[in-house]
Every structure is written in structure tokens, then in C-alpha cells.
């Protein structure tokens, strides 16, 4: 597409419930990040893709939290178990390698009751 | 370990008056360095970057930086400050030794911009 694309923009959830994050990235773009950005923390890094692998996942903030991308595309953030803590914007973005600049989506906000 | 601080979480200037966001890096390999501005409810968008070519970069929207690296530092600077420039501006530093963000970005806790008419 013509740009990276988010769903949903806005979800609230239960306490203890799970949810599913999805990033659409740009077509070619072969690399793929997650942010969380958050009132008291700011930006942080989560997980990045190139390709279908994550070569780093020490980002995740707790073993709640898992990532996937298939065909070189989409990707879904799974987090178990909510927490009120994970309350914030995932914010995905794509880009063409190293030195491309990124893409950014329109975020997530996500909110836990 | 990477990382980047960002003085002032506000600053505020006239319309017309130039702007001055500072941003210092602390980088253990040659970095790369990236401004970003966020409007209200929508994501990042790239500014500008800095990838060891020239010093003096310039970015969209009239904005420039200039890396120092004696003073490890990468401030952003516009001449003239228009209305439309009141937004959330972050720095960052390309995480890994990789280089260009390829393996993520570490950024700056970010400053919010404000023009006074």
C-alpha cells in the first residue's frame, strides 16, 4: 500500500484479556519495527523484522508479549494477559534496509480497563 | 549502548523566530542520527538524517541539523518558525553497529514545540 497501515486505530480490552495488533508495512519494504510509545516511558524499541525474522527480540518487555511476520509482510504484536501497564500507542514502521528512513503507521492506542 | 538526550521537553518561540531543538547522542560506533516530528494523532515522520556524509543536513520543511561530533550533539534548527511547525519533534540514534536503523532506533524523550503568534 501506499503507506503503512494499522489495526485497529484505537482498542479498549479487559484486564487479563488478549490482543492482536496487525502492521500492513509498504510493499517491498523488507524490513519491519514495532515502537510502544507511552506518557512515562516515551518511545521504545519492541522487535524489528528483516524479512520473516526477528534476529532481536530483547526489546519485548515480558515474555506477555510475541511477534510474527509472515510472508514478508504483515505483522501481528500478540500481547497475553493485559496489563493496565501496556496502556499505550504501538506504533509499526517499515523500511527498505539499512540507511532507508522509516515509515511510520498511525499507531494503535491501546487501552487497558 | 546507545542513546540520546533531548534538553528542554517544552520550548516555546514567536512566529518567525528561529528554532533551536537540542539533541546530544551518546553513540559507542560512528552514529546515525534522525530527527522525526509527530503531529497530534498520527505517527513519526522523518525530518531528516544524518549518515556520515556531509555535517550540515538539511530536512523538509525549511529544518536543518548540524552534527558536531566534539560535542556530540545533532541540534535542530529552522530560521523562521511558522504555525504550522507546533508539533512533538524526537531525536534518535541507530541502535546497533549496523548503521542507517537498520536494526531499530533509540530515541530521545522528545520536545514538544510551541509557536506563540
Known amino acids: 500500500g501506499a503507506g503503512v497501515s494499522q489495526s485497529p486505530s484505537n482498542k479498549v480490552t479487559e484486564k487479563g484479556k488478549d490482543v492482536e495488533l496487525r502492521c500492513d508495512p509498504i510493499?517491498?519494504?523488507?524490513?519491519l519495527y514495532w515502537y510502544r510509545q507511552s506518557l512515562g516511558q516515551g518511545l521504545e524499541f519492541l522487535i524489528y523484522?528483516?524479512?520473516?525474522?526477528?534476529?532481536?527480540k530483547s526489546g519485548l518487555p515480558s515474555d506477555r508479549f510475541s511477534a510474527e511476520r509472515t510472508g514478508g509482510s504483515v505483522s501481528t504484536l500478540t500481547i497475553q494477559r493485559t496489563q493496565q501497564e501496556d496502556s499505550a500507542v504501538y506504533l509499526c514502521?517499515?523500511?527498505?534496509?539499512?540507511?532507508?528512513?522509516?515509515?511510520f503507521g498511525s499507531g494503535t492506542r491501546l487501552t487497558v480497563v | 549502548a546507545q542513546s540520546v538526550t533531548q534538553l528542554g521537553s517544552h520550548v516555546s518561540v514567536s512566529e518567525g523566530a528561529l528554532v533551536l531543538l537540542r539533541c546530544n547522542y551518546s553513540?559507542?560506533?560512528?552514529?546515525?542520527l534522525f530527527w522525526y516530528v509527530q503531529y497530534p494523532n498520527q505517527g513519526l515522520q522523518l525530518l531528516l538524517k544524518?549518515?556520515?556524509?556531509?555535517?550540515l543536513v538539511k530536512g523538509i520543511n525549511g529544518f536543518e541539523a548540524e552534527f558536531k561530533k566534539s560535542e556530540t550533539s545533532f541540534h535542530l534548527t529552522k530560521p523562521s518558525a511558522h504555525m504550522s511547525d507546533a508539533a512533538e519533534y524526537f531525536c534518535?540514534?541507530?541502535?546497533?553497529?549496523?548503521?542507517?536503523?537498520?536494526?531499530?532506533?533509540?530515541f530521545g524523550k522528545g520536545t514538544h514545540l510551541i509557536i506563540q503568534p
Open positions: 514502521a517499515s523500511s527498505l534496509g539499512a540507511g532507508g528512513g522509516y515509515t
Open positions: 510493499s517491498g519494504h523488507t524490513a
Open positions: 523484522f528483516q524479512g520473516n525474522s526477528a534476529p532481536d
Open positions: 553513540s559507542s560506533v560512528p552514529p546515525y
Open positions: 544524518y549518515t556520515s556524509a556531509a555535517t
Open positions: 534518535a540514534v541507530s541502535r546497533g553497529r549496523s548503521g542507517g536503523g537498520a536494526d531499530g532506533l533509540t
